[in-house]
């Protein structure tokens, strides 16, 4: 999330700032330093549950429900203005609602894509690559993926003074889903691929 929103996204007062995976650790994450930049922080997650706690407890200013019928309308609703940064941790649906709303210039740091990582075949219907390419030429788009390992020894001091004054002061938090017993890792790690952890997923081994 750090490296994500200080290389590629850099998030800037008065803009709008959409993160896929909100409730997880790396889009809550991503969603707080949106805000704290002075940004707006719109958050897309699966359930009312998530989306309210996006809201009440971490300060987004709004929630947008992917599993919703009506999930297009409700990202429209919430970004009246469109979308200046996209953080993709999901890909997918998602993704798909999301494109179209970016605005010029909009930046789109690639962290992740849960939502194909178990795919054993390629999507049906019509091939959408022309499209795709034709929104980043004519918007001039940053599209950028990363692993994290490209930013640990560059930012990670700097991650520790910042974030950790964040965590400090109590502008920053974060919340932990637990799972007791190394035998139970497996299917916590499946449970975590279908959006079943509600924050980090941590298995708790002694």
Not at 74 to 83: E, N
Not at 107 to 127: F, H, K, M, S, W
Request: charged residues 25%.
């Amino acid at each position: 999330a750090y490296s994500g929103m200080t290389k590629i996204g850099q998030p800037k007062a008065g803009e709008t700032v959409v993160v896929a995976a909100a409730s997880g650790p790396v889009g809550s994450a991503v969603g707080q330093f949106a805000k704290i930049k002075g940004a707006r922080a719109v958050g897309i997650a699966g359930g009312p549950e998530k989306c309210a706690y996006l809201i009440d407890e971490l300060g987004f200013d709004a929630a947008v429900d992917h599993r919703a019928p009506d999930f297009k309308d409700q990202l429209k609703a919430a970004t009246p203005d469109g979308i200046d940064v996209y953080f993709e941790n999901v890909g997918g649906a998602v993704a798909k609602a999301v494109l179209p709303r970016l605005n010029l210039y909009a930046r789109v740091p690639v962290c992740g894509l849960i939502a194909q990582y178990n795919d054993t075949q390629a999507p049906e219907g019509p091939d959408r690559l022309p499209g795709f390419f034709t929104r980043v030429l004519t918007k001039s788009l940053t599209i950028r993926g990363f692993i994290q390992s490209e930013y640990v020894g560059e930012l990670y001091k700097d991650f520790l003074r910042e974030v950790g004054g964040w965590v400090a002061d109590g502008s920053f938090r974060y919340r932990e889903d637990v799972v007791e017993g190394l035998e139970n890792a497996p299917e916590a790690f499946f449970g975590l691929l279908q959006g079943k952890n509600f924050g980090k997923l941590v298995v708790k081994v002694a």
